[in-house]
């Protein structure tokens, strides 16, 4: 063979080298971006939204009750002093608190019940209260804060506002009947030297719930709600949360971990339907720093949903576990807000639900979102086919994917959008999510399968490839129309 036949043998071998390098790195910057979107989707756009008037509009006269009811609970329990176990006189004034918080409980009408247990030769005690679920008894929400302080701090904030707020929200729930139980919990011992402990009596109750088979939907823990700095620079809060939430600390934040996804969606959508107050919710690793830092710990150590409701404590206030945490540094106009944030916040939480499931617009928002992404970026190796030259054969395919895929995005996009004002119940709604996002990624294999291969998939011969795009093909057409028949429908229902 002559040198000039050996050169032209060998040439293609480069170039197609440099195309599957080339597809390869592209393949990987879709994953890579792929995953980080639904990475951030994930943790942070968990927020639910709430249709029409929020409670508190118009109810200036009972924010100003609350407002003062919360003043004299606050100055209540602070008048306590440090309450723990720190020494024989804080144990003693832990011991009044308790008594004190079942009478206030008491004065409303409630039935107190005490979960005591044995810790170094003293009694330590949780108080609950229960409205018994009028559909669903065995499911169960909880909502609590902790009564007790860390020695020396008097509590204002951390944790005599939870406790205020609890108080208040108990007060409108008279005579309330919800469809699943409704617990009101005031839990002994968050605070040091037993946080993060077996001794905790969050633990103690959480143990007992997982030992008798307790099925808690929900638990959210309410502690420090009451300080709201305007400034800039007033919220500080570690990586990465600090990129995507303000540094003005004058928001509510509601901070599950991984597995509590839905159960922030379902909460932060019932405060939004009491109030206007601004709030940010969020799921992130239960390792994170500040994470697991209440009550709600406890519960994700069985596996319950659990979330800590909170001002964010001492990523905003420096007096937050200090002899400074007191009454006049309370904003209790904020705090009556919240108490209308709660109940509905309860509402949505012990209600059946008849409205389509949010998740499951959100699904199609970040999948909506993927896919037109991918869409996009398919439209660089269409131009650069045209650039550099190529026939029809090779940007042809390109061409069809980038128009295609970008048209399907969009198409998920706007049914997400459109899922809320849909008259559809929770399975519909999954069904219509989880057909058009099937129908997407089926898409996305036949068209960028089709394209780099240079092959059609439009019918399953011969087998192999052309088998498995004409299934991706398939997949798309069938996800496509049953997702378009459920829009249809939910549409004609919604305007008839």
């Known amino acids: 063979m002559t040198n000039e036949l050996r050169s032209a043998a060998g040439a293609p071998r480069p170039r197609r080298h440099r195309s599957v390098a080339l597809k390869v790195l592209a393949t990987l910057l879709l994953l890579s971006l792929g995953l980080g979107f639904s990475a951030y989707w994930y943790m942070f756009e968990c927020e639910g939204f709430a249709w029409g008037k929020p409670l508190e509009e118009g109810k200036g006269p009972e924010l100003a009750e609350i407002r003062t009811g919360l003043v004299k609970d606050v100055a209540g329990m602070v008048a306590f002093g440090p309450r723990n176990s720190s020494s024989d006189a804080a144990y003693g004034k832990l011991r009044d608190c308790e008594s004190w918080v079942q009478e206030r409980w008491r004065a409303q009408?409630?039935?107190?019940?005490?979960?005591?247990?044995?810790?170094?030769?003293r009694e330590y005690s949780n108080l609950e209260i229960e409205l018994p679920g009028a559909v669903s008894p065995a499911e169960i929400v909880i909502i609590s804060a902790q009564y007790d302080t860390l020695p020396d701090s008097p509590g204002a904030n951390n944790n005599a506002s939870g406790m205020a707020v609890l108080f208040a929200l108990s007060d409108r729930l008279r005579g309330f009947v919800p469809n699943r139980t409704l617990r009101l919990v005031a839990f002994v011992n968050e605070e040091d030297p037993y946080w993060g402990t077996e001794k905790m009596g969050s633990y103690q109750y959480a143990k007992r719930s997982h030992d008798l088979g307790e099925r808690i939907r929900d638990m959210l823990s309410l502690d420090s709600l009451g300080i709201y700095l305007d400034g800039p620079g007033t919220q500080r809060l570690p990586f990465p949360a600090n990129l995507f939430y303000p540094d003005r600390g004058n928001f509510l934040a509601f901070i599950g971990n991984l597995g509590s996804r839905q159960s922030v969606l379902e909460t932060t959508r019932g405060f939004r339907s009491g109030s206007a107050f601004p709030i940010r919710g969020g799921v992130v690793p239960a390792s994170m720093e500040g994470a697991g830092w209440s009550d709600h710990w406890s519960f994700w150590q069985f596996r319950y949903p659990g979330m800590q409701v909170t001002d964010t404590g001492a990523s905003r206030a420096a007096s937050h576990v200090t002899r400074d945490d007191t009454v006049d540094k309370l904003n209790f106009d904020a705090m009556a807000r919240i108490v209308f944030g709660m109940q509905g916040v309860v509402l949505e939480l012990t209600r059946s639900r008849e409205r389509p499931d949010e998740l499951s617009s959100q699904k199609l928002i970040a999948h909506g979102l993927l896919i037109l992404l991918i869409g996009a970026l398919t439209g660089i190796p269409y131009w650069a086919a045209i650039i550099r030259g190529a026939g029809s054969e090779a940007f042809a395919p390109w061409r069809v994917a980038h128009v295609f895929l970008c048209v399907q995005g969009m198409l998920i996009l706007v049914a997400g959008l459109a899922l809320p004002r849909l008259a559809l119940g929770d399975a519909a709604a999954r069904t219509l999510a989880y057909s058009l996002i099937g129908s997407g990624y089926g898409f996305v294999a036949a068209f960028l399968g089709g394209a780099w291969t240079g092959r059609r998939?439009?019918?399953?011969?011969?087998?192999?490839?052309?088998?498995?795009?004409?299934?991706?093909?398939?997949?798309?057409?069938?996800?496509?129309?049953?997702?378009?028949?459920?829009?249809?429908?939910?549409?004609?229902?919604?305007?008839?």
């Open 109 to 121: 009408g409630y039935e107190v019940r005490r979960q005591s247990y044995l810790l170094e030769g």
């Open 457 to 496: 998939g439009l019918t399953p011969k011969p087998y192999g490839l052309n088998t498995f795009l004409f299934a991706a093909h398939l997949v798309g057409i069938l996800g496509a129309l049953a997702g378009l028949l459920l829009m249809a429908y939910g549409a004609f229902r919604a305007a008839g």
